[in-house]
């Protein structure tokens, strides 16, 4: 199946300084004092402890991970993701704004990097070591956030000078990987929907309990529906197994009340009783 048209491949790369470093005195302090073998264990001191400029950094570098990977499926094995083209604008938009962000932050590490140093000498004490911190330009490298946009491969794109018979071949094997590809891809889809079912069945099973205190959110509605409305553009295989269970999901929520759900049992039930519907009709 081709799938050129329908989605494309994505690769997000970001670098944070993680600026921890192994104290070989205080490592060899601790052995010794356990009367421990010399790599019993040993002390890894943060360059940075009492601030947060750079913590801040890692902490934004995560988010934009983890909403690339949920906005995409996996490819291949060196980085590269699918991303469907339906979702294609919001993506771009929303990573733009990621990287303006990192490299803002970036930039007031930077200008204040002298002055962290300093801090880190009043808050380290003993533990510092000016040897630690590199010259403000290698630092600059060790941060990065990079992003690559290319189309899908077309099994027929070979510009290569080789008979015909091996060519064929190499077709063959070619499309055979990029089915299995799509294949394992789309394993994530029904991966999110099983858990997000899942979840919800064993919090509907604890609130059977009319004397349990259990806390119901905005989101235990809100959740599921979004999801929904994500698998529409993730399903770029047009399987419609997946179609047919995200449906069944999001029409269950759409009939659910909140207030139903904290105040009656009953609610509850009926509701436990349809996503228990959806996990048991379909080969997870």
Not at 25 to 50: C, M, P, W
Not at 186 to 204: G, Q, V, Y
Not at 220 to 246: H, V, W, Y
Request: hydrophobic residues 40%.
């Amino acid at each position: 199946m081709s799938i050129s048209a329908s989605a494309v491949l994505v690769e997000l790369n970001i670098s944070v300084w993680p600026a921890t470093i192994k104290d070989e005195r205080i490592s060899e302090q601790v052995t010794n004092a356990a009367s421990a073998v010399a790599d019993a264990g040993q002390f890894r001191k943060n360059l940075f402890a009492g601030t947060s400029l750079r913590k801040d950094i890692e902490k934004h570098a995560a988010r934009a991970r983890l909403y690339n990977n949920m906005r995409t499926l996996p490819w291949a094995d060196k980085g590269e993701r699918l991303l469907p083209t339906k979702l294609f604008m919001d993506w771009k938009i929303s990573m733009s704004t990621y990287q303006h962000s990192f490299d803002t932050m970036c930039g007031t590490f930077f200008q204040n990097y002298t002055i962290l140093v300093n801090q880190a000498q009043t808050n380290l004490r003993g533990l510092f070591n000016a040897d630690d911190y590199p010259p403000l330009d290698e630092v600059k490298k060790k941060f990065a956030f990079n992003l690559t946009v290319k189309p899908v491969p077309e099994s027929g794109d070979f510009r290569l000078d080789i008979p015909a018979t091996d060519l064929a071949e190499i077709k063959q094997e070619f499309e055979n990987q990029q089915t299995q590809k799509l294949a394992d891809a789309m394993r994530t889809p029904w991966e999110r929907l099983h858990t997000m079912l899942t979840a919800m069945s064993d919090k509907l099973a604890k609130g059977k309990d009319a004397d349990a205190k259990m806390r119901w959110h905005d989101s235990f509605i809100s959740n599921p529906l979004e999801l929904c409305q994500l698998l529409t553009a993730m399903n770029i295989s047009n399987d419609p197994k997946l179609e047919e269970a995200r449906k069944q999901l999001e029409l269950t929520m759409l009939g659910t009340n909140l207030e139903a759900l904290k105040e009656d049992v009953g609610a509850r039930e009926d509701l436990k009783s349809k996503v228990d519907g959806i996990l048991g009709k379909f080969n997870w």
